[in-house]
């Protein structure tokens, strides 16, 4: 699993020349200055030893290893030395193989490069390899190794390559590899189970060493002293082990070159106590190339040294979040001028916030919350030309918001939350025309809720005003947020009525406006919004009867309407059945079936409401006769072309006979679906709805009618979806029957999915318990299997690469099978070439202009910021599905009662208190025996979720790759049952998931 790609990147931009040559050199010198060579055939046995210990099911890649006497011709192997008859190279880096690696490669004696990586070889690191004393570069990162490292490893002086990251090694680090091995220039044993200390003995020396990584591991103790020794290093990353101690004060002012250091989410303490942070600021003075320090979550104590602003001007992030540091902010920090990322938050910090940190005028990102800051925001904030993001939440700041903050022409997070600010809305807030979430809640803001600030249409993430005294009306201009995906102003003295133009808010999944003292009917235009999750108009004033468009709602989970003046009958219908007795207390002229909640209603009352369907029904098909004879397009292979003919693909993937259904028109769609009545209503998309239906010849499907009163923009959508289906077929990909198309009508035929939507499954109607529903763990690894290896194809190896742009567990099907397949490609992008590999996010595409790529909760963090779609993005809306999935945490719910993103909530706890990320997972409860044995699978699939929800889209792994730590795992899981083989050893972490 790969954390930090940066790193490996810059090394082999930087170093394969140099690695290629000093293999050639290194051939060179043993053609020149050793004994006659052993016989070709030598290596040859060799070679075939290690054949034999693949698996037969993974050895497709060796197929020609064997065939003919010519072993310098086989895959991944290369050939030089003496004679150019002796194996040089065997690279075999991604070809699906396992079995266990032979201790026969140890006879390969003119070996420089040994690359098995991103495979899933099982079993141990043979110590022989101990004997190949030519090789530079070893590679065995991500496969399925366990444990320890061969002491021998280290006795090898030309390696300089050293990558064993990824694997599920244990034991203790060899001391050989620190004391022995001087040409090493990179170290990589991350993400393993290695444990004790870091055995860089003072008498040791790597004088080349550049790059150690050894982050996610069990190690212990001090950060050694013997690192200056190195004074080469450019990259240290001890990130999430148990290191302690002091941070040193004479080590890293003795590596020059240093550039980024990451020591975060340790047990490291500042000196005297854990008082005082001078000692080791002062010492990184000197690393004048450092650009990034990271030391968050080590509970570090003391004040912020007065002379920080003094620190390296290369430095571009500074981490120091989830600590205990106290004092207030060094007015010094300005000098900092290079600084692009700032992050405070989670501190003891008190004080005013320093006016002169408008000198840091490359700074992007700014994190000061939920520390003891007071005083008012100074104006001077407003003048950092590139601010992007702030988060003041969590303090005790005062005074007005400042109207500099609308010369923050980049600002598209603004997070002022839980404070003490008074005064008004700042209508010139208006003019931060990128603004895409703006959270005001919990504050003493006034006075009514400015028009213009109403009507920002760049909102699409959320508007939050709640928790304040705004009152006055709710502006019309509201309605001009149309991709807004969260409102909440809840708990101020709004008045007046519900706008029914709210309900041109098309992309709402969360209306808070509870609280308040509105009046008059709750529109039906509201209610019916196609994408409402959770609505809450408790305590107010609302009157009449509730809007019959609720009973339809296929989205609506959560509402509440309590306390208010509401009269007539609950329909024992709809969502409205599973919603519990508090949603409707507090309104005496409501009745209904709800259990301890309303009264009952009278018998003929109940009759009067019953709808008239049939006669619905026929006025629909009366219609569709009348249309019936308007041709539609289909979707058709090639051969179906030529006879005229369009063949039926089920849920199952089986082909019907082909001709059995000809090309499908509306007329038949009509009949199938019994005039698209809400009887038959299964799902809604961003620009329409899903039927289910039945064709003439009995096959179940899902009809998705594409809304006409969305102009352009469904046409483009409905497009965009035809030409992905078209073009690309998988097994966990939606399948797509026909489609049908007029003037006015646009629709996709599909199959029908018995089991409904992974949403539907992990938080079922009427279950309170969290998330993972009615899953257990076997089925929460088959989805996120299925959906990986999806994903993994519309990235990578599609004839046209695709990012979805809208991953989320609604838009995650499942047949009777428990197959996972990915839906609705609406705002799909495709991608051409060679872009969609390097994720550049220029390449061309085709989109909709001005539409939010993503669901709240699952968006990338970079979309708020300005960034186009990209692959990555994907990857971060699939690392929260699978936080969500595992921990039974809704993103939303996070966000909107912690404040917190789920990967940050998630990073909270792990890795020292995973058991408080499980405390709400369902899934443990329904099979504690199971849930035992998956705990150990269960921390690698949080550590997955967290490397593809990281910040920044570098640092998370591609969807390839995701799809084979997956994979890996499965079969993992596959071979031990009990959990005995997974990758960490619990003997240090039993307490980890206990509550």
């Known amino acids: 699993m790969a954390k930090f790609l940066i790193p490996i990147i810059i090394f082999h931009v930087g170093l394969v020349p140099i690695a290629v040559a000093a293999a050639a050199a290194a051939a060179a010198a043993a053609a020149a200055a050793a004994p006659p060579p052993a016989v070709a055939d030598d290596d040859r046995s060799a070679l075939l030893a290690f054949r ?42 991604g070809k699906g193989l396992s079995g266990v690696i032979s201790p026969a490669l140890g006879r390969l ?173 002062r010492s990184l003075r000197n690393c004048t190339h450092l650009q990034e320090l990271e030391l968050a979550g080590n509970d570090l104590g003391g004040r912020l040294p007065p002379f920080v602003g003094e620190l390296p001007r290369a430095l571009r992030q500074l981490h120091l979040e989830d600590n205990a540091i106290s004092g207030s902010i060094p007015p010094n920090i300005s000098g900092l001028v290079n600084l692009t990322y700032l992050n405070l938050s989670n501190n003891l910090l008190n004080g005013s916030i320093p006016p002169d940190m408008s000198n840091m005028r490359r700074l992007e990102r700014l994190y000061l919350s939920n520390n003891l800051l007071s005083g008012e925001i100074p104006k001077s904030i ?173 989205s609506l989970r959560e509402a509440n309407f309590s306390y208010n003046n509401f009269s007539g009958v609950v329909p024992h219908a709809g969502v409205l059945v599973n919603l519990p007795a508090s949603a409707f207390c507090g309104n005496p002229g409501l009745c209904g079936d709800v259990p301890g909640g309303i009264v009952k209603c009278e018998p003929e009352r109940a009759r009067r409401r019953r709808p008239l369907v049939p006669a619905v029904v026929g006025i629909v098909l009366a219609v569709s006769v009348m249309l019936g004879a308007v041709g539609c397009r289909s979707m058709v292979t090639a051969r179906a072309k030529r006879l005229g003919r369009q063949p039926v693909r089920l849920a199952d993937g089986e082909d019907q006979a082909e001709g059995e259904h000809p090309r499908i028109s509306y007329r038949e769609l009509c009949e199938a679906t019994g005039g698209f009545v809400q009887e038959g209503l299964i799902g809604a998309g961003r620009f329409g709805r899903v039927y289910e239906g039945t064709l003439r010849g009995g096959a179940r499907v899902a009809v998705k ?129 060679e872009a969609s590999r390097t994720g550049d996010e220029s390449a061309p595409c085709n989109s909709i202009t001005g539409l939010l790529q993503g669901s709240v909760g699952y968006i990338a963090p970079e979309y708020g910021l300005g960034g186009h779609p990209s692959t990555q993005g994907d990857v971060y809306s699939f690392g929260v599905m699978l936080l969500e999935m595992i921990s039974g945490k809704r993103p939303t719910d996070v966000i909107f009662q912690e404040g917190l993103t789920l990967h940050d909530w998630v990073r909270g706890h792990y890795p020292h208190d995973v058991g408080a990320v499980l405390a709400h997972a369902p899934w443990r409860v329904r099979a504690p025996a199971a849930a035992a044995a998956a705990e150990v699978a269960v921390v690698e699939l949080i550590e997955l979720g967290l490397v593809c929800t990281q910040h920044s889209p570098a640092l998370r792994s591609t969807m390839a790759d995701v799809c084979h730590e997956i994979t890996l795992l499965k079969e993992d899981l596959a071979r031990h049952g009990d959990g005995d083989g997974c990758r960490r050893s619990f003997s240090t972490k039993d307490s980890l998931f206990s509550n």
Request: include cysteine; hydrophobic fraction near 40%; proline fraction near 6%.
């Open 705 to 833: 009618v594409l809304d006409p009163r969305g102009g352009g923009e469904v046409s483009g959508s409905f497009k965009r979806e035809c030409e992905v289906l078209k073009r690309t077929r998988h097994k966990n990909l939606v399948r797509v029957i026909t489609t049908c198309s007029t003037a006015s009508f646009n629709a996709l035929v599909l199959p029908l999915m018995p089991k409904g939507s992974l949403d539907g499954l992990l938080y079922p109607p009427g279950d309170n318990g969290g998330g993972s529903g009615g899953l257990d763990f076997g089925q929460i690894m088959g989805i996120v299997s299925d959906v990986a290896e999806g994903m993994a194809y519309l990235h990578h190896y599609a004839p046209v690469r695709v990012v979805h742009c809208d991953l989320k567990p609604s838009n995650v099907l499942l047949d009777e099978g428990m197959r996972a397949v990915i839906s609705d490609f609406g705002i799909a992008r495709l991608v051409a070439g």
């Open 52 to 93: 034999s210990n693949v698996s037969a099911d993974s050895g497709g890649a060796l197929a020609d290893w064997g065939r003919s006497p010519e072993f310098c011709n086989w895959t991944g192997v290369m050939c030089g030395g003496p004679g150019r008859r002796r194996v040089t190279q065997l690279v075999l880096s």
């Open 382 to 554: 407003g003048e950092i030309p590139h601010l992007g993001l702030v988060d003041f939440s969590g303090n005790r700041l005062a005074g007005a918001i400042p109207d500099t903050f609308s010369n923050l022409t980049q600002l598209r997070r603004l997070m002022l939350h839980h404070n003490q600010l008074s005064g008004a809305i700042p209508p010139s807030l208006s003019d931060c025309l990128n603004l895409e979430i703006l959270d005001l809640s919990y504050n003493g803001l006034q006075g009514p809720i400015p028009a213009y600030v109403a009507a920002l249409s760049s909102l699409k993430l959320y508007l939050n005003l709640s928790n304040n005294h705004l009152e006055g009306p709710l502006p019309l201009e509201l309605s001009k947020m149309d991709m807004i995906l969260a409102l909440d102003l809840s708990a101020n003295r709004l008045a007046g009525t519900i706008p029914s133009q709210l309900g041109s808010c098309v992309a709402l999944e969360y209306l808070n406006l509870s609280g308040n003292a509105l009046r008059g009917a709750l529109p039906a235009s509201v209610a019916a919004l196609p994408f409402l999750a959770v609505l809450d108009v408790s305590r107010n004033a609302l009157s009449g009867p509730l809007p019959g468009s609720l009973q339809a709602s296929t």
């Open 109 to 281: 004696s003119f070996v420089t490069v040994l690359d098995l990586s991103s495979n899933a070889f099982s079993g141990a690191i043979p110590p022989e390899l101990g004997a190949l004393s030519m090789l530079a570069q070893l590679s065995l990162t991500s496969n399925l190794l366990e444990g320890a490292i061969p002491a021998g490893l280290g006795f090898l002086q030309r390696l300089y390559y050293l990558d064993l990251s990824g694997n599920r090694l244990s034991g203790g680090i060899p001391e050989t590899l620190f004391c022995n091995s001087s040409a090493l220039q990179y170290l990589d044993l991350a993400n393993n189970s290695l444990a004790g200390d870091i055995p860089y003995a003072d008498e040791c020396r790597l004088p080349s060493l550049r790059y150690l990584l050894l982050w996610s591991n069990d190690l212990s103790g001090a950060i050694p002293p013997a690192l200056a020794n190195s004074s080469m290093l450019e990259w240290i990353d001890f990130e999430s082990n148990y290191l302690s101690g002091e941070l040193p004060s004479q080590v890293f002012d003795r590596l020059p070159r240093l550039q980024y250091l990451y020591l975060s989410d340790n047990n490291l303490s500042s000196h005297d106590g854990n008082t005082d942070l001078d000692p080791f600021f």
